[in-house]
C-alpha cells in the first residue's frame, strides 16, 4: 500500500487491508501493529489515529469481513431462486467461494480469537450474516408441509457449521484435500441430506 494513501485520508483502510495480507501470509496472532503500519506505508505511530491497539484492527477487519460476507449471501440467495432450495444451496456455495477468496478476513472474523460480543458493530455486522441464513432457513420451512421441526435459527446454525466444517476440511493443505467429492459437492450433499432428515425436502 503506498505511503500516498494515507495522505488521502485513506489511513484506516490501508491498515485494514494490509492486516488482511499480513494474516494471510503469518496468521492472525503473528504479526504487530509496527507490521501492519510498514505493510501499510505509514509510521509506526500512525495506526493509534484509528486504533487502540492490534485487536482492535482485528476487530475492523473481521467487521469488514462480516459485511462482505452478508452481500454475498444475499446476492447468492437471490440469484438462486426461483426455488428456496436452491436459493438455500447457492447460500452454501457462496460461503465456501468467500472462505477461499478472502481468506484473510475469513481467518480474522473465525480464527482470531477476538470477542465478536464485545464490539457493537462487529456483533450487528455478524448477526447480518446469520439472518440471511435464518431467513433462507424460514423460506425453506414455509414451503414444507406437516412434521416437527427445529427453529429456523438452529437449522441456520446447523448449516453454517456444516459450512465452516467443510473449508477447515479442505482449507490450507488439510485432509480433505485427498477427497474425490469437491467441498461444492461435500457441502451440498451434507446439506440435502440434513433437509432431507428434517423432512422438509423429499427423498
Known amino acids: 500500500m503506498a505511503r500516498s494513501s494515507y495522505h488521502h ?30 505493510q501499510a506505508g505509514v509510521s509506526a505511530a500512525a495506526p493509534y489515529r484509528h486504533f487502540a491497539g492490534r485487536d482492535e484492527l482485528l476487530e475492523e ?18 440469484d438462486g431462486r426461483p426455488t428456496a432450495l436452491t436459493a438455500f444451496l447457492h447460500m452454501g456455495k457462496a460461503y465456501l467461494a468467500f472462505a477461499a477468496e478472502r ?3 475469513y481467518i480474522a472474523m473465525f480464527e482470531s480469537g477476538i470477542s465478536i460480543t464485545g464490539n457493537s458493530g462487529l456483533t450487528q455486522a455478524a ?6 441464513l435464518v431467513r433462507g432457513a424460514e423460506e425453506l420451512f414455509r414451503n414444507a408441509t406437516g412434521g416437527q421441526r427445529p427453529p429456523a435459527w438452529m437449522v441456520a446454525d446447523h448449516i453454517w457449521a456444516m459450512s465452516h466444517g467443510v473449508v477447515e476440511l479442505f482449507s490450507r493443505g ?14 451440498e450433499s451434507g ?7 428434517l423432512g422438509v425436502i423429499s427423498a
Request: zero cysteines; hydrophobic letters at 40%; aromatic letters at 6%.
Open 9 to 38: 485520508g485513506n489511513l484506516r483502510q490501508a491498515l485494514v487491508e494490509a492486516t488482511v495480507q499480513l494474516i494471510e501470509e503469518k496468521g492472525p496472532q503473528a504479526f504487530t501493529l509496527a507490521e501492519a503500519a510498514r
Open 61 to 78: 477487519v473481521a467487521r469488514q469481513g462480516f459485511e462482505e460476507f452478508a452481500d454475498r449471501l444475499e446476492a447468492a440467495f437471490a
Open 103 to 105: 481468506r484473510g478476513s
Open 127 to 132: 448477526d447480518r450474516a446469520r439472518g440471511v
Open 174 to 187: 488439510k485432509p480433505g484435500g485427498r477427497s474425490p467429492i469437491s467441498p461444492e459437492d461435500m457441502l
Open 191 to 197: 446439506a440435502l441430506i440434513y433437509l432431507r432428515g
